[in-house]
Nanobody, 124 residues
Framework: QVRLEESGGGLVQAGGSLRLSCKFSGSGFKSYSMAWFRRILTKEREFVAAIRWDGEDTLYARSVEGRAAIFRNNAKQMVVLQMDNMKPDETAVYYC?????????????????WGQGTQVTVSS
């Protein structure tokens, strides 16, 4: 059974950096393309970043492009999201997600494995 567990959330100062990790448990990690989403208050869950199964390509939401980086370590079965210059309105629960496939998707319905989420609060 595949399981995802996020870590690294907490309090971040506005303008500071965030680093989230997602640990994949189970088999077949290399078959999964992975992504990060976030849910801000009562809004819809929104796409942040995705990475291809082999780590050779990435996709970012326009709102984070240029200050976010997603990367993966297939040997350690981990995915990391690094974001700089965090803003208070990016306070959200951040989720790690995966699906078996080679492309990168920015729609949450395409992902069938999800972590529990980790709360990130950006203070002004």
């Amino acid at each position: 059974q595949v399981r995802l567990e996020e870590s690294g959330g907490g309090l971040v100062q506005a303008g500071g950096s965030l680093r989230l990790s997602c640990k994949f448990s189970g088999s077949g990690f290399k078959s999964y393309s992975m992504a990060w989403f976030r849910r801000i208050l009562t809004k819809e869950r929104e796409f942040v970043a995705a990475i291809r199964w082999d780590g050779e390509d990435t996709l970012y939401a326009r709102s984070v492009e240029g200050r976010a980086a997603i990367f993966r370590n297939n040997a350690k079965q981990m995915v990391v999201l690094q974001m700089d210059n965090m803003k208070p309105d990016e306070t959200a629960v951040y989720y790690c997600a995966g699906y078996i496939g080679r492309g990168m998707r920015d729609v949450d319905e395409d992902y069938d494995v999800w972590g529990q989420g980790t709360q990130v609060t950006v203070s002004s």
